[in-house]
């Protein structure tokens, strides 16, 4: 998967992939958001967005948590993106290993909200 600039070239991925790691070696909690990339990834294209950022050199582990707690805790919502005995217990079941494979975050299996199987 590559941002082409639409002259077969990469240029927009390559200075994104550049702010990322820039970024992350300042230390900036990196949460992902349908505006990443300038807009071309949108809302509802979360798989792809964790694919992009582990291009850019994240481990898929700093992916995971980029679109998971690092957001809620970004937004004041420290449960946000946590599982844990107690929590709000929403979250998402996928086939596959996201941590060998992000592309398993595609494959979504079943949704829970509040403990309730909704998808």
Known sequence: ???SDGRGGSVRSEQAFAAINAVRAAGVRIATGSDFGGGSVRAGHLAWELELLVQAGLEPAEALAA????GGELLGEPEAGRVRAGGPADFVLVHGDPLSDPTACWRVWAVYQGGARVC
């Open 1 to 3: 998967m590559d941002w």
């Open 67 to 70: 679109a998971t707690c690092h």
